[in-house]
């Protein structure tokens, strides 16, 4: 699948087939988050990879997202912010925040490619997900990512904002691209 038409297609999806995904799938899925940039060239992600039924389960109710408890996996991001945090200080904590976007963004559309499904699941309570994953208190949860294959693929998406009511041109507000330098090579 080409780039373009992941990006177009890719959606979240709460309704799970009961057909497993193959586990090496997901693996290459999350091993793209590895191509993210990450400030300082320093990676700062960990991913835990949960297939335990049970686990997935008290995930569900942790996060208050019942449909999570039908994937056959999740993928948990976690942040380990030290290096980062020491690195830039207090702008770190914003770095922490848009690589673990960016690496999100490219296993969201790797698992887009691969014909799977998920949502990005960012409600949860910390604690609860810390203590059913082991996760040490210093590490911080960034997304929980259920996957597995669309019980019943949906004929209607739901539409994207117009690009021309987000654009501007030099200045916020500013809508005239008249002031855009034309330069043709």
Not at 16 to 23: E, V
Not at 144 to 153: A, D
Request: net charge positive; glycine share 4%.
């Amino acid at each position: 699948m080409e780039l373009t038409k992941a990006i177009q297609e890719r959606y979240s999806c709460k309704n799970f087939s009961s057909k497993k995904p193959n586990w090496r799938t997901i693996i290459e899925c999350i091993d793209s988050a590895r191509f993210a940039p990450m400030a300082g060239n320093t990676f700062s992600l960990k991913f835990i990879l949960i297939d335990d039924s049970e686990k997935i389960q008290k995930l569900a109710e942790a996060s208050q997202q019942s449909f999570i408890k039908n994937a056959h996996f999740v993928v948990a991001v976690l942040t380990h912010s030290f290096l980062t945090e020491n690195a830039f200080e207090e702008r770190g904590k914003k770095y922490l925040q848009q690589q673990a976007g960016a690496a999100i963004q490219n296993i969201l559309l790797k698992i887009t490619e691969a014909g799977l499904s998920t949502c990005w699941v960012g409600h949860f309570v910390d604690e609860q997900v810390k203590e059913i994953l082991g996760v040490p208190e210093s590490i911080e949860i960034e997304a929980l990512l259920p996957i597995g294959y669309e019980l019943k693929k949906s004929k209607t998406r739901k539409a994207k904002i117009n690009l021309d009511a987000v654009l501007y041109f030099n200045k916020y507000k500013n809508k005239n691209m008249m002031n855009i330098k034309k330069i043709d090579v």
